[in-house]
T-cell receptor, first 118, second 115 residues
Framework: GAVVSQHPSRVICKSGTSVKIECRSL??????MFWYRQFPKKSLMLMAT?????????EQGVEKDKFLINHASLTLSTLTVTSAHPEDSSFYIC??????????????FGPGTRLTVL | AQSVAQPEDQVNVAEGNPLTVKCTYS??????LFWYVQYPNRGLQFLLK??????LVKGSYGFEAEFNKSQTSFHLKKPSALVSDSALYFC?????????????FGSGTRLSIRP
């Protein structure tokens, strides 16, 4: 099946610094990737839809300048948490759709990145 | 707007017994429904999906789900639970046909299988 990787798997940073998280589709091309945030024992909250070659589409309430998304190629999307604060600590998960001519595909999820801001 | 509801935060089942994790949906058109499982500190793994066709959908690890249009439900089932099935389960609905369509998740149900 399709594989999505994330790097790093875990990061600890100081308050005020920026952190970049990478999401890669390893064996397929993804014109669209999605970024989610998950709080402990909670469901996934869609943050934004990352579109290759164009601007990301953010969900209501998500700060564009805080969470910068760049989808530079068909296999890579990055999420940068700028000027991180302790309340940004969370589990961040990306996903991608295989796309193609088959409709209603399931999305494939990365293993997640645990961000802790001190 | 599309939505799914998982009424149970936690389901406890003895190993070897059948299990059911409930999900109801609300959609404006045809429902595209999914079940995912998440193990601790891991991403989500796809279990099964309903798009059209047979109401009983079979998926990974012996799981199946029954689509019931009249009750707007898509409950996840397994005839005989294993301890290794203990995890967090999410029901989800997709809001369109394209690869850019969003997936909306339910609140999740923690399944605990006791030996």
């Amino acid at each position: 099946g399709a594989v999505v990787s994330q790097h790093p798997s875990r990061v600890i940073c100081k308050s005020g610094t920026s952190v970049k998280i990478e999401c890669r589709s390893l064996d397929f091309q993804a014109t669209t990737m999605f970024w989610y945030r998950q709080f402990p024992k909670k469901s996934l909250m869609l943050m934004a839809t990352s579109n290759e070659g164009s601007k990301a589409t953010y969900e209501q309430g998500v700060e564009k300048d805080k969470f910068l998304i760049n989808h530079a190629s068909l296999t890579l999307s990055t999420l940068t948490v700028t000027s991180a604060h302790p309340e940004d600590s969370s589990f961040y998960i990306c996903s991608a759709d295989v796309g193609g001519h088959t409709p209603f595909n399931e999305q494939f999820f990365g293993p997640g990145t645990r961000l802790t801001v001190l | 707007a599309q939505s799914v509801a998982q009424p149970e935060d936690q389901v406890n089942v003895a190993e070897g017994n059948p299990l059911t994790v409930k999900c109801t949906y609300s959609v404006s058109g045809n429902p595209y429904l999914f079940w995912y499982v998440q193990y601790p500190n891991r991403g989500l793994q796809f279990l099964l999906k309903y798009i059209t066709g047979d109401n009983l959908v079979k998926g990974s690890y012996g799981f199946e789900a029954e689509f019931n249009k009249s009750q707007t439900s898509f409950h996840l089932k397994k005839p005989s639970a294993l301890v290794s099935d203990s995890a967090l389960y999410f029901c989800a609905v997709r809001d369109g046909r394209s690869s850019a369509s969003k997936i909306i998740f339910g609140s999740g149900t923690r399944l605990s299988i006791r030996p």
